[in-house]
Antibody, heavy 117, light 104 residues
Framework: QVQLQESGPGLVKPSETLSLTCTVS?????????WAWIRQPPGKGLEWIAT???????YYKSYLKSRVTIALDRAKNQFSLTLRSVTAADGALYFC??????????WGQGILVTVSS | EIVLTQSPGTLSLSPGERATLSCRAS???????LAWYQQRPGQAPRAIIF???SRATGIPDRFSGGGSGTDFTLTISRLEPEDFAVYYC?????FGQGTKVEIK
């Protein structure tokens, strides 16, 4: 059974850097597929942020590209999200997910991030 | 960048009724790229349809998807209480804004 679990701080100060980690169990991230971050502001819809292939190729939401980095940690079977210079608009429920090509088939439960001083 | 527009924003129906949700793409897309998700309150989204018309594992056959080009639909033939949720369509890195199916 594939499982994903997000971890990281729930509170980040404006202008600082948000770092989140997704721990994957039941499947090796090096074996295949794509690994993604998606966020959802409170009461709003889903927004894809970034995807990394098992081979390390990366894809970013165009307007976030200058502030975002996604990376793999094969040894720990984890992937991460770094979002720099955060503002209140970056406050959201952040999900990690596996993308098989047709769809995001496995999701983490989400981690709520608030941006506030 | 492709934009996906879902309609209606909210669908008010009773259990047992049929729900038809629409997803329109700003330009033609491959049906192999179109997926639908269900999100219940407090839960992560769950894939229910991929390749526009294929049901994901464990999804009951009252859910069906169809369409091609720019117009896609998700149909729930007879609404069960657990089907009242928000539904999103998705193509690559784009999600529609969602349709809420609520109890009338």
């Amino acid at each position: 059974q594939v499982q994903l679990q997000e971890s990281g701080p729930g509170l980040v100060k404006p202008s600082e850097t948000l770092s989140l980690t997704c721990t994957v169990s039941g499947y090796s991230i090096s074996s295949g597929y794509y690994w993604a971050w998606i966020r959802q502001p409170p009461g709003k819809g889903l927004e894809w942020i970034a995807t990394i292939e098992h081979n390390g190729n990366t894809y970013y939401k165009s307007y976030l590209k200058s502030r975002v980095t996604i990376a793999l940690d094969r040894a720990k079977n984890q992937f991460s999200l770094t979002l720099r210079s955060v503002t209140a608009a970056d406050g959201a429920l952040y999900f990690c997910a596996r993308f098989t090509g047709p769809c995001f088939d496995y999701w983490g439960q989400g981690i709520l991030v608030t941006v506030s001083s | 960048e492709i934009v996906l527009t879902q309609s209606p924003g909210t669908l008010s129906l009773s259990p047992g009724e049929r729900a038809t949700l629409s997803c329109r793409a700003s330009q033609s897309i491959s049906s192999r790229q179109l997926a639908w998700y269900q999100q219940r309150p407090g839960q992560a989204p769950r894939a229910i349809i991929f390749h526009a018309s294929s049901r994901a594992t464990g999804i009951p056959d009252r859910f069906s998807g169809g369409g091609s080009g720019t117009d896609f639909t998700l149909t729930i033939s007879r609404l069960e209480p657990e089907d009242f949720a928000v539904y999103y369509c998705q193509q690559d890195g784009t999600f529609g804004q969602g349709t809420k199916v609520e109890i009338k």
